[in-house]
């Protein structure tokens, strides 16, 4: 099979998408998600725990977060 | 083209530009990401997710830039993750095949179901180059890549997709 002959099979099974636009308004969809309050995962809090532990612990460690900033 | 100072005012957060540059965008960002997911209630989730994204860092938008090709690059991405996340899943999103019961039914929905197989940055590739015939410097735009190498993953797609369809035992 020629890569030509696999393009139009591929073309012939799949042919192009085509739409004026989606189906309904999702704005709303968007605003909801952009007034959302920001949720904290368990993995943000676990990772947050972890670091003030660090810092308490290895206090001098701040000075080298510093430095990276 | 949205003007400047709906950009701007879209950098520094207003969400009424933002509604506004939205419905300016809104049609050619879905067209473009239904190219790729091939789904149209997907492709609104990849709609509302990229520019969700968007938003969330407009802090990196250069005003002075086209607001259409970053948009677009940001719904590429989003569509990939769609179709990957889709993939690890084992849920492959249906594609209607259009091709008459028969023989080349049969065909057809080889090469579709070898299609869905390809890995998710292929199949991006392969549909807007072999199924939507996009200009290749549009798609390289829109993945951020060198034109080089969305030529190489079209190459790639190509072989991969004769690799599983020959699988399947097709070979004419």
């Keep these: ?38 949720a904290w995962s368990w993995l943000d809090m676990g990772v947050a725990l972890v670091s003030a532990i660090a810092l308490i612990m290895f206090p001098k460690g701040l000075l080298l977060l510093v430095y990276h900033l | 083209m949205p003007d400047a100072d709906l950009l701007k005012r879209f950098v520094q957060g207003d969400i009424a530009a933002f509604e506004s540059i939205f419905k300016q965008f809104e049609g050619e960002v879905y067209r473009w990401t239904l190219r790729i997911v091939r789904d149209g ?9 990229a520019f ?40 492959l999103i249906n594609v209607e095949i259009q091709a008459p019961a028969g023989e080349d039914r049969d065909l057809a929905e080889s090469i579709a179901l070898a299609f869905r197989t390809l890995p998710p940055k292929l199949q991006v590739v392969a549909t807007l180059a072999l199924v939507e015939q996009q200009p290749y410097a549009e798609i390289a735009d829109a993945l951020d890549l060198p034109v080089g190498t969305v030529k190489s993953r079209v190459f790639r797609a190509i072989r991969a997709l004769r690799k599983e369809l020959a699988r399947q035992g097709i070979r004419s």
């Excluded at chain 1, 139009?8 to 969809?29: I, T």
């Excluded at chain 2, 997907?42 to 509302?48: K, P, Q």
């Design chain 2, 41 to 49: 209630s997907t492709a609104e989730d990849v709609l509302v997710e």
């Design chain 2, 52 to 91: 969700w994204r968007a938003y969330r860092g407009r802090a990196r938008f250069d005003p002075s830039r086209s607001f259409g090709a970053w948009m677009r690059r940001i719904a590429t991405n989003v569509a990939r993750d769609h179709l990957r996340a889709a993939r690890t899943r084992g849920r």
């Design chain 1, 1 to 38: 099979m020629t890569d030509e002959r696999l393009e139009q099979l591929l073309r012939a099974a799949l042919p192009p998408a085509s739409a004026e636009g989606p189906s309904r308004n999702l704005w709303p969809l968007i605003a909801d998600r952009i007034e959302a309050p920001v």
